[in-house]
């Protein structure tokens, strides 16, 4: 579940205490890794609550990530609708930057 790259904010956060992004990433890593519930879902769970914050560019690097791990389009649409669900017509169209190229 590595991510190839870190965000902006992490790697900002790298330069002023490396030591706690180590922790942060480790902590990161075993958390959002295959368990009890699969890692795909975990990421989905993470896009959903992305859309219910109104991050939408982290909708849709989440959903990449959740693409990478398995989870097919129609799993990320149904993740969409779960946070329309929660979220209402914000969230959903954040949660529609799943989608976008």
């Given at each position: 579940?590595?991510q ?9 956060l ?5 030591e ?12 959002l ?6 890692a795909?879902y ?8 992305d ?7 982290g909708?849709?690097n ?7 791990a398995?989870a ?5 649409q149904?993740?969409?609708e779960v946070?329309y669900?929660?979220g209402?017509?914000?969230a959903?169209v ?8």
């Amino acid at each position: 579940m590595a991510q190839a790259t870190l965000p902006p904010w992490i790697q900002a956060l790298q330069q002023r205490d490396p030591e706690f992004v180590s922790s942060y990433m480790a902590q990161r890593e075993r958390i959002l890794r295959d368990g009890a519930i699969p890692a795909k879902y975990k990421i989905l769970m993470t896009m959903i609550v992305d859309a219910l914050l109104s991050h939408p560019d982290g909708v849709a690097n989440i959903a990449g990530r959740a693409r990478a791990a398995g989870a097919s389009d129609a799993e990320i649409q149904e993740a969409v609708e779960v946070a329309y669900l929660f979220g209402g017509t914000p969230a959903l169209v954040t949660a529609m930057n799943a989608f976008r190229a």
